[in-house]
């Protein structure tokens, strides 16, 4: 069977659901029914596959360009809430974003003075970068002024972001860091009643249950040394002195009890205290095994009468807080390093609050998955330790291309609650040297991640025009995009364009990638996709191809990806039973994606198989066209 080849290049990049029936037809002698229709229906009904497009809120609207190691907010520019305007919010629509995960949002610890404001001034020696790390949080109840055009204002800008975002049919996330808090943790903003997170601490005994931190009682904290860090790269500073008032001194927030951590350590941020004694024990009560299989009606009337840490209480007070402000959901940082029966009771409060709420959690340690799901109570974990890290491996050709499959088998039971991406604040940039050296290697990685399981995708901001983390920032070192400073995006602000958030100052490399991932990301949508199974396929001719199928009722994809740098032609073993019901034939297939004109299916009593040749770092996702309107 053949096809018109005009016709289908124009759906390159494009849309393609409605159409792709037309092009093709039938090669079934038994069509889909009703029946058939409303079973499909109600099983991509059961399922949703989010699609989180992670912004680092100061850095988006940054339109400066002097990139000055340590610069100044004067110096080398501040994006603002209000830089997310409507041209911007259709921008990351456009990816087919879901959710937009605003980072740096609370106010975390920064070197700016805002006293005028009436916020005290933070001490550089326990700050990292000059704006500041965004996962030391001095005031849970309040916004990061940076963020504001009038800081007086700067809660009711927030709230104008979150009424935006809304507009445009996407779901606000912002972080919750309930593992530890800033040095100097003081709130400006709380409620009326709300004590302070150490406020009301019994500061003369290491541990109590219900003190906020952990002390190490009879010393002061010491600013941490290396002869390879100066605070603010040497810039003067009237509080830079080396020293930071803190008796006794506090547990730093990686765990480590020094009352001088080292410079290596979360030294500008305190542990919270969950009710986890020093020598690990529990002073709260335990979850019973079975409630791994409870609702979260269960899980939240299991805690009613219990009597539990104050921190508990602090850090659910803050979350529904924030979900009345319009907040739609939290990505919870380092949440493996807080127990699991808090989170239990936090996330149950918090559906009962609003069912629909998001709840994403970095955890990095696979034999923690499953409890952090089930008993936790989260919607979603990072694959990083496993999917991500191999999938980079392969990218950089240090693996096979089918040793994916080995990975996402280990979490294939969890695997709709598992987070994919390619990168994030935490992770290099793909054009990184240090990762992939360029943009064009994410290519068949973003095919792989989005389609090869009902997994919600993640993207960060940039990743899109590919940009490459090159700048020198200050604090930390290039390949990712700095966290701790103020600087501006190069590749980013080419798609910015002053504002326009039109794409017009672009290369035609970086156009192109762009709509590379709004044709990948609309494939999201895909019935097969959202819900339908995978099956690994076998492919011979190249160890750098990876290929694999989705299927829902009579529906199939077949997605073929080649992560060499060099055109590789290979044939596909697909299962006999697959095809079962179609006629024995050779027909041109159709690629939904960069429209291949060479794959062909082949359908024999012996065998079925998909010939077909793949560009350098390209992929087809393949369908016969039937029962795929």
């Known amino acids: 069977m053949t096809t018109n080849k005009t016709t289908i290049s124009t759906f390159k990049y494009g849309s393609w659901v409605l159409a792709s029936s037309l092009l093709l037809s ?84 920064l070197v700016g003075d805002y006293s005028q404001y009436g916020i005290s001034q933070d001490d550089p020696d326990v700050v990292k970068g000059r704006a500041g790390s965004p996962y030391a949080i001095k005031d849970y109840y309040d916004v990061n002024p940076d963020l504001a055009i009038n800081p007086e204002r700067r809660l009711e800008e927030f709230a104008a972001l979150i009424e935006r975002t809304h507009q445009h049919g996407m779901k606000v996330v912002i972080d919750i860091v309930p593992n530890h808090v800033a040095r100097h943790y003081q709130s400006t903003a709380k409620p009326a009643g709300v004590k302070d997170f150490g406020e009301q601490d019994d500061t003369s005994v290491e541990y109590a249950r219900d003190n906020n931190f952990y002390y190490v009682t009879g010393q002061s904290f010491q600013v941490p040394t290396s002869e390879n860090y100066q605070v603010l790269g040497g810039n003067t500073h009237p509080l830079a002195d080396n020293l930071f008032d803190e008796t006794p001194a506090k547990w730093t927030g990686n765990g480590a009890r020094a009352a001088k951590p080292d410079i290596n350590d979360w030294y500008e941020t305190v542990k919270v205290n969950y009710g986890v004694k020093p020598d690990g024990s529990y002073d709260f009560p335990t979850l019973p095994s079975d409630y791994a299989n409870q609702d979260l009606r269960a899980h939240f009337e299991f805690w009613q009468d219990k009597e539990l840490p104050n921190s508990w209480y602090k850090f659910r007070d803050i979350a529904l807080y924030w979900l009345d402000k319009g907040v739609d959901g939290f990505r919870y940082d380092m949440a493996e390093m807080v127990p699991v029966e808090f989170w239990s009771f936090l996330n149950s409060s918090i559906k009962m609050h609003n069912p629909e709420a998001f709840l994403l959690a970095e955890v990095y340690n696979p034999a923690l998955y499953r409890p952090y799901i089930q008993q936790g ?11 991500y890290d191999t999938l980079k491996a392969v990218m950089q050709g240090t693996q096979a291309a089918s040793s994916i499959f080995a990975a996402q088998q280990q979490v294939a039971d969890i695997e709709q609650h598992m987070l994919h991406f390619l990168e994030n604040h935490d992770e290099q940039r793909i054009a990184s040297p240090d990762f992939a050296g360029s943009s064009e290697k994410g290519k068949p990685a973003l095919v792989v991640s989005n389609l090869i399981s009902r997994s919600p995708t993640l993207l960060y901001f940039g990743q899109d025009v590919g940009e490459d983390g090159s700048e020198e920032a200050g604090f930390g070192k290039p390949t990712r995009t700095s966290i701790f400073d103020y600087i501006g995006v190069p590749a980013h602000q080419a798609w910015m364009n002053n504002g326009k958030f039109d794409g017009g100052a672009l290369t035609a490399e970086q156009s192109q990638l762009r709509e590379y991932y709004k044709a990948v990301m609309a494939l999201s949508k895909h019935p097969a996709v959202v819900a339908g199974d995978m099956h690994p396929l076998t492919v011979t001719g190249s160890d750098q191809v990876a290929a694999f199928s989705r299927s829902i009722g009579q529906q199939h994809i077949w997605v073929v990806s080649n992560f060499a740098e060099q055109k590789n032609t290979v044939s596909i073993d697909i299962p006999l039973n697959t095809l079962a019901n179609y006629k024995q034939a050779e027909q041109q297939l159709l690629d939904l994606l960069e429209a291949n004109q060479t794959a062909v299916l082949t359908i024999t009593p012996e065998q079925v198989k998909i010939s077909l040749t793949l560009n350098a770092l390209s992929s087809a996702v393949l369908t016969t066209g039937a029962h795929n309107e």
Not at 38 to 57: D, G, I, L, M, R
Not at 60 to 78: D, H, L, M, R, S
Not at 377 to 387: I, W
Request: a negative charge; glycine letters at 8%; charged letters at 20%.
């Open 26 to 109: 039938s090669c079934s002698d038994e069509p889909t029914t009703p029946s058939t229709d409303k079973k499909v229906a109600e099983q991509v009904n059961e399922h949703s596959k989010p699609v989180v497009y992670q912004v680092f809120t100061r850095l988006f609207g940054n339109t400066q360009t002097a990139n000055i190691p340590w610069g100044t907010k004067e110096q080398n520019g501040v994006g603002t809430f209000s830089d997310f305007n409507d041209a911007a919010l259709s921008g990351i629509k456009e990816l087919g974003t879901t959710h937009i995960w605003y980072t740096g949002v609370l106010h975390h610890a």
């Open 377 to 387: 109570k989260m919607d979603y974990l990072y694959d990083k330790v496993g999917f």
